[in-house]
């Protein structure tokens, strides 16, 4: 079964990367935008039909939450206009896509965890590009799982937890937001997941069952929560977390006070074990450590 990996550079991507070995029966062409500019319509037909790939990973999209709200034009290039693209290009040759997405969508003014059939509201021109991504793919009536996440870090790339490592090492004291709350999430969970979702489609293919799913570990926390948690686990940090507020700390974007999602559709389709958001920390930063 072959597989395109569209991002492959990026956390996620070098996550699925990292795995790709574990799954000897789907084989994968992996791509960036120096091998496969999404972007570029003609590029993707062409590629596709070259390729011919039985699934597509859609790793690729604009992340940078504050700089979207002046590069509004490429955030849209890219969490929009190339996913359509995607989505057309797997509809000519009968690909099934999955897609990620993200808990910037909810407006965050509920207290208890995001379902998938719960109004979306995002905030953000990062959270409404990646909405009009979704919507893409619905009108485009293909076999796709959309996945939305959250606060997504990895031993790849950049991401909160290496930002706060290297901010641990060189401050005696920094301020983290505590009223946000969502859900760490250890790419390396999340890459499994689809991986063991596209090996079940590769033996049985009654198991790719179409929709928008909710992905996260397991658990909940605030930004400062998240923090302590880095700090306590790597040892050598004494940098002291000084919990803030939202106002105190004021961003170009606005992002949801609470993100959590409820991970029973995803649980119950297909039949996976979450871990908790603590225990693929410390997995993480053993990773880093060992590889710093």
Request: include cysteine; charge should be neutral.
């Amino acid at each position: 079964m072959k597989i395109i990996v569209t991002g492959s550079k990026g956390q996620l991507g070098q996550s699925i990367q990292e795995l790709a070995t574990a799954y000897p029966e789907l084989s994968f062409v992996f791509t960036d935008v120096e091998e496969l500019d999404i972007c570029d319509a003609a590029k993707v037909a062409a590629f596709f039909a070259h390729e011919k790939p039985a699934a597509v990973v859609n790793c690729a999209a604009y992340t940078a939450v504050d700089k979207a709200e002046k590069e509004t034009a490429l955030a849209e290039s890219i969490n929009h206009h190339a996913v359509a693209n995607l989505a057309k290009a797997c509809k000519s040759c009968g690909a099934k896509l999955v897609h990620i997405s993200t808990d910037y969508l909810f407006d965050g003014t509920k207290s208890s965890p995001y379902h998938e059939k719960d109004i979306v509201r995002p905030q953000s021109v990062y959270g409404i590009t990646k909405l009009e991504g979704e919507t893409a793919i619905l009108r485009a009536d293909i076999k796709a799982i959309v996945i939305r996440t959250s606060w997504l870090y990895s031993a790849y790339g950049n991401n909160f937890v290496k930002t706060m490592l290297r901010l641990g090492r060189e401050k005696e004291q920094i301020g983290v937001v505590c009223d946000q709350v969502g859900t760490p999430t250890f790419a390396g969970d999340l890459a499994k997941l689809i991986l063991d979702i596209l090996s079940k489609t590769a033996k049985e293919s009654k198991q790719f069952v179409n929709g928008i799913y909710h992905y996260s570990n397991e658990g909940a926390a605030s930004w400062y929560d998240f923090t302590k948690a880095i700090f306590e686990y790597q040892t050598g940090i004494s940098c002291r977390v000084n919990p803030i507020d939202t106002l105190s700390y004021p961003t170009p974007a606005a992002r949801p006070a609470y993100s959590v999602l409820n991970k029973s559709k995803i649980k119950t389709t297909f039949a996976v074990e979450i871990p908790y958001w603590r225990d693929s920390l410390k997995v993480c930063l053993e990773k880093l450590n060992q590889h710093p």
